[in-house]
Nanobody, 122 residues
Framework: QLELVESGGGLVQAGDSLRLSCAASGRSFTNWRMGWFRQAPGKEREFVAH????????YYADSVKGRFTISRDNAKNTVYLQMDSLKPEDTAVYYC???????????????WGQGTQVTVSS
């Protein structure tokens, strides 16, 4: 079992930055590729970014490429999502998740956090 707890969400204005954190506990953190997803009201859960276990290879959705940065600190069992130049359309609940394959498909992620709300006002 891997438990994931997100934090760092909040209400910001367009153009601002936020950094989300996801703290993991339980099974070995470095066994898992980590991803961030988001879900806006009335919409499907959407892939945002993922990062590999050790070599830190990253992959982003086109909608956030160049504005968001995913990173991880394996010593702290934590994955981060640095979000810059935020837009109102980034408003959503953001979730971190763990998988053992390089994928953008939500159903292929095994463990999920409870989510943290990000609201971007115009």
């Amino acid at each position: 079992q891997l438990e994931l707890v997100e934090s760092g969400g909040g209400l910001v204005q367009a153009g601002d930055s936020l950094r989300l954190s996801c703290a993991a506990s339980g099974r070995s953190f470095t066994n898992w590729r980590m991803g961030w997803f988001r879900q806006a009201p009335g919409k499907e859960r959407e892939f945002v970014a993922h990062i590999s276990r050790v070599d830190m290879t990253t992959y982003y959705a086109d909608s956030v490429k160049g504005r968001f940065t995913i990173s991880r600190d394996n010593a702290k069992n934590t994955v981060y999502l640095q979000m810059d130049s935020l837009k109102p359309e980034d408003t959503a609940v953001y979730y971190c998740a763990a998988t053992d394959i390089p994928t953008t498909v939500p159903t292929e992620y095994v463990y999920w956090g409870q989510g943290t709300q990000v609201t971007v006002s115009s």
